[in-house]
């Protein structure tokens, strides 16, 4: 079984499965795409050789049966699959709950005949499945102390601890994948913060003297890469401050190893790392 809903730029949403509107006859174009391999003949050797590969956009077509009122509902679908327009589609099966999004191509259908099964041909830009859930990382998490009964003695009691990790795991599915990494100071003097993908031996890190209540925010996904500091509510491009030898830190299919630090207060700096897992095929 699975579960198929698309939603339109205002967000109106139309499950098309389960619905007494509509029969899903087909869905193509939700595998994995096709990938072009570019490579070189060499004179005197066999084959060829590999200089690079891309994957293109993603081209999905779904194929309806409209049930009656056959044109009251044909013009209902009008209002979700707009040509040249934006649109999301939701994809959930027993092993996956994703999204893609794209734009309507086409809508194919011919209104003269009984039986009415439109195509819709949607484009996407970028070719890979995200999952609804983000995998997040706190690399400090507050533990509770406060327990029933209880009772102060005059020195006081903590009622909460912050536990730090220095080593996290991530997984993020089967698609290298950016991520969104936050570092926080709960201090003054946090210098130079940094965070290391030891599974690639790469780093991102800013050369940059934090303040107490500071967040720097660091997006390293493709088409979207930003260095950003919000002190006291104002957000600052510090694009320019990244350290000497950074690497717009990507994740690699599987588990990835990362790990953090500061030149100085260290201690004090809390890191938070998203990403949203991506997949080829559903």
């Known amino acids: 079984?699975?579960?198929?809903?698309?939603?339109?730029?205002?967000?109106?949403?139309?499950?098309?499965?389960?619905?007494?509107?509509?029969?899903?006859?087909?869905?193509?174009?939700?595998?994995?795409?096709?990938a072009a391999i570019n490579t070189t003949n060499v004179t005197g050797m066999d084959g060829s050789r590999f200089n690079s590969?891309?994957?293109?956009?993603?081209?999905?077509?779904?194929?309806?049966?409209?049930?009656?009122?056959?044109?009251?509902?044909?013009?209902?679908?009008?209002?979700?699959?707009?040509?040249?327009?934006?649109?999301?589609?939701?994809y959930k099966n027993d092993h996956r709950d994703v999204y893609i999004e794209g734009y309507v191509e086409s809508f194919e259908n011919n209104p003269w005949t009984q039986l009415q099964k439109p195509q819709i041909s949607i484009i996407c830009p970028?070719?890979?499945?995200?999952?609804?859930?983000?995998?997040?990382?706190?690399?400090?998490?507050?533990?509770?102390?406060?327990?029933?009964?209880f009772s102060i003695?005059?020195?006081?009691?903590?009622?909460?601890?912050?536990?730090?990790?220095?080593?996290a795991?991530?997984?993020?599915?089967?698609?290298e994948t950016g991520a969104i990494i936050e570092f926080h100071a709960t201090t003054d003097q946090i210098l130079a913060p940094k965070l290391y993908n030891l599974t690639t031996n790469e780093f991102f890190g800013i050369n940059i003297d934090m303040e107490a209540?500071?967040?720097?925010?660091?997006n390293t996904e493709r088409g979207k890469k930003s260095v950003i500091l919000i002190q006291d509510g104002v957000s600052t491009n510090i694009l320019s401050d990244r350290k000497k030898?950074?690497?717009?830190?990507?994740?690699?299919?599987?588990?990835?190893?990362?790990?953090?630090?500061?030149?100085?207060?260290?201690?004090?700096?809390?890191?938070?790392?998203?990403v949203t897992p991506k997949f080829e095929g559903v």
């Open 1 to 34: 079984m699975y579960t198929l809903i698309v939603e339109n730029a205002k967000g109106e949403q139309l499950h098309l499965t389960d619905n007494d509107n509509y029969d899903v006859v087909e869905v193509t174009g939700t595998n994995p795409p096709v």
């Open 53 to 90: 590969s891309r994957i293109g956009q993603r081209n999905i077509v779904i194929t309806l049966n409209i049930k009656p009122p056959i044109e009251a509902n044909r013009l209902e679908l009008y209002k979700y699959f707009q040509v040249k327009r934006y649109i999301k589609v939701y």
């Open 126 to 149: 970028d070719p890979f499945w995200k999952s609804i859930n983000d995998t997040i990382i706190n690399f400090s998490s507050t533990i509770a102390l406060f327990e029933f009964p």
């Open 153 to 167: 003695p005059s020195e006081g009691i903590p009622f909460s601890e912050i536990q730090r990790m220095t080593t």
């Open 169 to 175: 795991q991530i997984d993020v599915g089967d698609v």
């Open 213 to 218: 209540g500071d967040t720097i925010i660091v």
């Open 245 to 274: 030898g950074s690497t717009w830190l990507t994740f690699q299919p599987g588990i990835n190893e990362l790990s953090y630090d500061a030149y100085v207060g260290t201690e004090n700096l809390r890191v938070k790392v998203t």
